[in-house]
């Protein structure tokens, strides 16, 4: 999808930092971080939201949650947590239509969430 932001980035059209790229899904640092450690996992298919996936998605969907655990041991916040947030449509403050998991870490986390 041309008009996706998130799809520019996979394609490499927009620039991003990115963090690791595998054959299925990319990370990438997040624009406006909101922890030390913010990192977006998306897949490189265009699917809308985690509310768009199918049974045809588990393959891809564990493969999302195997990087973000990668990523966490990697920018070493695995052993004291970090927070995976999907956030889904407009009430959910979804703002990039192009599913995404963000790992965040590196303070302490509240809740609720906002
Ligand atoms: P959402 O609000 O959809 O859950 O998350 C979208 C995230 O994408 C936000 O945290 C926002 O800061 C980030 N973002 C928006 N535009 C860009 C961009 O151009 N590059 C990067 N790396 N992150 C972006
Ligand atoms: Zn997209």
């Known amino acids: ?22 054959e299925h899904a990319v990370a990438i640092r997040d624009i406006n971080p909101q922890a030390p450690t913010h990192v977006l996992v998306m897949p490189r298919e265009h699917i809308t939201s985690a509310d ?7 393959e891809l969907w564990a493969a999302l ?3 973000v655990q990668r990523i966490a041991r990697d920018e070493d916040i695995a052993g004291r947590g970090y927070r995976v947030v999907a956030n889904v449509g407009s009430m959910g403050g979804q703002t990039v239509d192009h599913l ?4 965040l870490g590196g303070r302490q986390m509240t809740w609720p969430p906002g």
């Not at 008009?3 to 620039?15: K, Y």
């Not at 768009?52 to 588990?58: R, S, W």
């Open 1 to 22: 999808m041309s008009d996706c932001l998130f799809c520019e980035i996979v394609a490499h059209r927009v620039p991003a930092s990115f963090v690791t790229e595998e």
């Open 52 to 58: 768009a996936l199918t049974p045809e998605h588990d």
């Open 65 to 67: 949650l195997r990087l």
């Open 100 to 103: 995404h998991l963000h790992v």
